[in-house]
């Protein structure tokens, strides 16, 4: 449901990086699809579609900035051509002054087109740095990375917090269980105390619950003693 939202839908439509919509059910639609650049069937999908349209532009890249080479280049020869035909046909007349203008029209016309050309390929080739990273960004695995370090981050966070609580319930436990040993029979005897039971083993609480002739048994920290009551 988050993705046919008004919010999600605005929130793709002013994204200026390519988005391709794969929410994960191929008969399914949802406003992000037709807001977005691509619809894929399924992530998957997005993925297959995503690397060989990357690879294809950087190939067009690659012809485009071969092509711009090649008519740079072509241009030059061009120019010389025509600098040493002019030359050829004029050279009879004025061989000194003739000569001097073309060198200096040839320098002049070749380092402007040097310039042109270093100027067009450095643009070009930031253009493609730039493309390159915007495609890497946009990319399934960079995305997958990404979900994989926050993943990271969450575990380690689960497990630092889930040992500091079971060290807690740890130290609790302890404590409850000296608590508990303290207030056992054998602790209450190591403090000097003593514990009388008729001769069914039962615990003698009151005087009361005792008769002259029984017999009783006091057990002490070190050993039990048989008395007979008078």
């Known amino acids: 449901w988050p993705f046919n939202e008004e919010i999600t839908a605005r929130a793709i439509h ?7 919509s794969a ?17 894929a069937p ?17 190939r067009n890249l690659h012809n485009l900035n071969h092509t711009l080479k090649s008519r740079v280049i072509n241009t030059i020869e061009r120019q010389n051509e025509r600098i040493d035909y002019l ?5 009879v007349n004025e061989p000194i002054r003739i000569l001097s203008e073309l060198e200096q029209s040839t320098d002049w016309k070749s380092e402007s087109l040097q ?3 270093l100027e067009a390929l450095g643009n070009k080739e930031k253009s493609i740095a730039s493309f390159n990273q915007r495609l890497t960004l ?24 889930l040992s500091k ?7 609790k436990y302890e404590r409850s269980a000296l608590s508990l040993k303290n207030l056992g029979p054998n602790s209450v005897l190591e403090r000097g105390f003593s514990l009388t039971q008729d001769e ?25 003693l048989k008395s007979t009551i008078d």
């Open 14 to 20: 002013k994204i200026n990086i390519p988005i391709v």
């Open 87 to 91: 030359g050829t046909r004029t050279l």
């Open 138 to 161: 946009c990319h399934p695995a960079k995305q997958l990375e990404e979900v994989s370090g926050k993943l990271k981050i969450i575990t380690q966070s689960l497990e630092h917090k």
């Open 115 to 117: 310039k042109s050309f």
């Open 200 to 224: 069914d083993g039962k615990l003698i609480t009151s005087s009361k619950e005792m008769n002259s002739g029984d017999k009783i048994i006091t057990r002490l920290k070190d050993g039990d």
């Open 23 to 39: 929410i994960g059910h191929e008969i399914d639609f949802t406003i992000s699809d037709f807001v977005a650049d691509l619809r």
């Open 165 to 171: 609580k079971f060290s807690e319930l740890e130290e």
């Open 42 to 58: 399924t992530p998957s999908a997005a993925a297959e579609i995503l690397v060989p349209e990357k690879e294809e532009i950087q």
